[in-house]
């Protein structure tokens, strides 16, 4: 019953306490082993080839595009096991936002033109085809450059059962400092001056008709796109749940992030570079995967082939929809900031109280984070609601049928009768009703034997009934005109001399014991038969 009537429940119990940051983001200066930063990137490029398709386990202090301050967990102030704690923090994260803008072709200066055949190309195989842009370049003195950068975007095809190629591409931005040097022909000394809070990048996408003129022209581009976007790190207020894992607490969950809290990361810190060639040492390496999607009708590079394409988040058409820039848009910069995010997480985290190649720590320190233990492990017993008003039913009803018996018993001793609230069942049968006695003499003194033939026991029982039909019996009282006696037995209705006087006996009439007689006669005709056997 207990089982059935009571649940267990967990009742979460809250204690707010104050976290502190065990970290904090900043710059580091370059090391001398270009590998650790390749290693870095390799592992990376891994992860984006599967971008969208399987459920990732991200390293300590990330989630996806954010990264967390590490935190430094007190001493729990709580009993019990630690695996039925958990704990809610609300903290900053640092994520990457970005503002763009839309570059016609005119703004880049764009040309298209076929290239050449450098890269040893088999005989009969088409040219390449190219999108030049150029932009204006203000250089660190102060003279006017042009900075110069193309993509490959489809082939010189003669003959093809396709219509349309889809190309997507980064231009290389000559805001960045590393393009900006090149361009200016100005020698970067110091690898970590390369170390700054932003990133432009310039996309472009489309698609190329290959239905058109054999001409290479810009006519033959159905649709092109070009974005600038730049990039920085932006500060979000994130609510994550950490949990007990292998004896540290890792974020188990997180809620989207309340964007009305979005502002500039401060102090702000450098977007870890990508690609970029360091002096002396080599070039860091991709974070892209280098499994570029490229086929006879079009090409794709950077982070394109990791979003669209077969077998990913997005069909190629999509490159090719004037509808669809800002999904486009938003998908690069979700992946562009989750590979930041997670190589900020290995190269821009500095321990408290340690300076950032590019500022000091914090003098006032760092904020205590808001958070609270959450003790999963209390239970308690929980009534269910129908069940208990089931049972509170049925005690209700106990209880009025008991109040209906004692108000009937009330009236009745006050001399009040009521059929409705009629609880006295004194009468309705004589003392020992039950007995063999009274039953072997219940049609003692009955009038049936009147109206029932003689040798029944020959009788089809068809006949019997037909015999009978009409005549109705009843279990009650029947008083007998000729001594004024009342019997209880099973008689014929609707007999003067036998009237049937109902099926209780009024324990005030002048009969007031008239079952007496009944048992009298009964016991009188068990010992005359029982003579009757012993004098046989």
Known sequence: MAAVLFSVETVPNETPVQIQQNSWFGDKAFENNIEVYQNHRSFLQSVLDSWGQVNLTYPKNTFGE???PALKIPELPIDGATE??????????AKLVSNCEILTEEDIHLNISEGDRSNNLPEGHPNRIWAHASFPVTCPNGTASTYGTQELIAWTWSQHDFHQGYFAGTFESADNPIDKAD?????????????VPWQVKTYVWGSWDYDKSY???KDRLSFFRCWRCNYTWAQVMVDVHLKYVKGDFLINHITPPDSSTTQPWNP??????????LSNMGRTGEVYPTNRYTNEAGNMYDYFPSLFGPQRKHPLEILGDPESDDIILEELRAAFSFTSAQLANLEHRLRI????YSTAFPAEGLPPIEAAIIDGGRRRLVQSPPITYVIIGILSFVIIINVWALVSDTLRWMGIRSGLLSMDVKGLAPEGFSSIAMVT????????????P?????????????LLAGKKFRLGWFRRKSDQTSHFTVGVMDDEDFPFMGSKLDSKTEHNMPHERVLKISQKTICEGRAADAAE
């Open 268 to 277: 702000p810190f450098a977007i870890p570079l990508q690609n970029t060639y």
């Open 66 to 68: 954010f990264v967390f």
């Open 183 to 195: 361009t200016c022909n100005v020698e970067v000394g110091d690898n970590n001056d390369l170390l």
């Open 441 to 452: 003499s219940l049609l003692y003194e009955s009038n049936a034997a009147r109206y029932i």
């Open 84 to 93: 039925n704690i958990t704990i809610r923090v609300s903290t900053p994260a």
């Open 454 to 466: 003689e040798a029944t026991e020959r009788l089809p029982t068809s006949e019997l009934h037909g």
């Open 215 to 217: 001409r290479v022209h």
């Open 353 to 356: 109280g340690e300076d950032s």
